[in-house]
C-alpha cells in the first residue's frame, strides 16, 4: 500500500515559483530605478532631469511688456486661447534679449493649415478649409490679421465652417439640397456662429415635406408612408440626414 505524500506534481510546480519570484526579486534591483517611487508611482529623480532642462518658453504674459496693444486685440478675438508662442516659436531667448533674438513669424500658407486644413476629427463649426481650393497661391495674412483673424466677408456657404457636413452631403442624395431647407439659419449665425444658432429639425415632419406619399417633390424622391413607417422613431435614428442611404 502507497503512503500518502506529497504530489509529485508540486515539485516542479514550487520550482517554478521559486525561480520565478527570484527573478522578479532580482528585476526589481537591476531595472527599476532607486528613486522609483519616493514620491509615488514614477521616477522621482526625473523631476530633476526637468528642472535641468533650458527653459524654452516664456508664456504669453511675457509678451505684454512689449506688445499689450498686439496682446489686447488678441485677447479679444477668436484666437484669445492661443498662445503666442504657439505660432512664433519659443521666446524664452527673445525676452531675455529682444534685441537679439528675434521669434518666428509665419507669413505663407504652411502654419494656419496646422489648424485651419481640413481634418475631419476636428469639431464641426471649426473653421476648416481645403487648402488646394482655398484662395490657392495666397498667403494667409493676405486676407486674415491673425491676432484678430475674423473673415474679410461673411462666408456665403455653410462648408467654410462645416466642412466634414459639406463633404458627406456633396456624394449624397441630398447633395443640391440646400442647407436652409431643413434648417433655420438666424443671419447673425454667420457672424457670430456660438451666439446665434441655427435650428435643427424637431419632428418627421421635416423630412415628410419630401418624401411623404403626398409630398409636391419629383417623382423621383423616394417616398413613404409617415405615419406607418416606423412611426415611434425620429427618421433620423436610421437615416443620417446629410447622407441618407437606407439602413
Not at 527573478?23 to 531595472?31: E, G, K, N, Q, S
Amino acid at each position: 500500500m502507497r503512503k500518502p505524500g506529497v504530489p509529485h506534481q508540486l515539485i516542479p510546480l514550487a520550482i517554478i515559483f521559486a525561480v520565478a519570484i527570484a527573478m522578479l526579486i532580482a528585476a526589481r534591483h537591476i531595472f527599476v530605478p532607486p528613486s522609483f517611487g519616493d514620491y509615488g508611482h514614477y521616477r522621482a529623480d526625473a523631476v530633476q532631469d526637468e528642472v535641468k532642462q533650458e527653459i524654452a518658453y516664456a508664456g504669453s504674459e511675457a509678451c505684454l511688456d512689449c506688445h499689450d496693444d498686439i496682446y489686447n486685440t488678441k485677447a479679444a478675438s477668436r484666437h484669445a486661447g492661443v498662445s503666442c508662442e504657439a505660432c512664433h516659436g519659443p521666446a524664452a531667448r527673445h525676452v531675455e534679449a529682444p534685441d537679439e533674438v528675434k521669434p518666428q513669424a509665419p507669413r505663407g500658407r504652411d502654419y494656419c493649415p496646422f489648424c485651419h486644413g481640413y481634418n475631419q476629427a476636428r469639431p464641426t463649426g471649426f473653421p476648416q478649409i481645403l487648402v488646394v481650393q482655398h484662395n490657392p497661391g495666397q498667403a494667409c495674412m493676405t486676407c486674415h490679421q491673425p491676432h484678430n483673424p475674423t473673415t474679410p466677408h461673411t462666408p456665403e456657404e455653410c462648408s467654410a465652417c462645416h466642412r466634414s457636413i459639406a463633404n458627406s452631403k456633396m456624394v449624397s442624395h441630398h447633395a443640391t439640397l440646400e442647407c436652409t431647407q431643413c434648417h433655420t439659419v438666424p443671419t447673425e449665425h454667420k457672424n457670430n456662429p456660438r451666439a446665434a444658432r441655427p435650428t435643427k429639425p424637431e419632428n418627421r415632419s421635416t423630412c415628410a415635406t419630401c418624401h411623404a406619399q403626398d409630398a409636391n417633390s419629383p417623382q423621383q424622391i423616394p417616398r413613404v408612408s409617415i405615419s406607418e413607417h416606423y412611426p415611434r422613431y425620429k427618421c433620423w435614428d436610421c437615416h443620417y440626414p446629410h447622407h441618407p442611404e437606407a439602413t
